[in-house]
Nanobody
Framework: QVQLVESGGGLVQPGGSLRLSCAAS????????VGWYRQAPGKQRELVAV???????NYGDSVKGRFTISRDNAKNTVYLQMNSLKPEDTAVYYC?????????WGQGTQVTVSS
């Protein structure tokens, strides 16, 4: 099982960009499917983006065309590039890694989009 640590969150103005990073410790990171989820106050956690071990991706409808997930297996790191940010993107963003029935979550990083 991998351990995950997110970074890169913060305060950004509407229309701005941020890049989140998720560093994984443990072995065989490349076999994991990885993803980003978010949870806003009073709302359920929702899918932002996922990437399989083979590189296939899927995005939540609200972020398609604005966010991009990527991974660097040599660095055991997953990224989320977020462009054209909107106030409704404000949430805690969580990194996730899955392999079979094994799943790991990071502690989350806060993203606030506000002027």
């Amino acid at each position: 099982q991998v351990q995950l640590v997110e970074s890169g969150g913060g305060l950004v103005q509407p229309g701005g960009s941020l890049r989140l990073s998720c560093a994984a410790s443990g072995s065989a990171f490349s076999i994991y499917a990885v993803g980003w989820y978010r949870q806003a106050p009073g709302k359920q956690r929702e899918l932002v983006a996922v990437m399989t071990s083979g590189g296939n991706t899927n995005y939540g409808d609200s972020v398609k065309g604005r966010f991009t997930i990527s991974r660097d297996n040599a660095k055991n790191t997953v990224y989320l590039q977020m462009n054209s940010l909107k106030p409704e993107d404000t949430a805690v963003y969580y990194c996730n890694a899955r392999f079979g029935i094994t799943t790991s979550w990071g502690q989350g990083t806060q993203v606030t989009v506000s002027s």
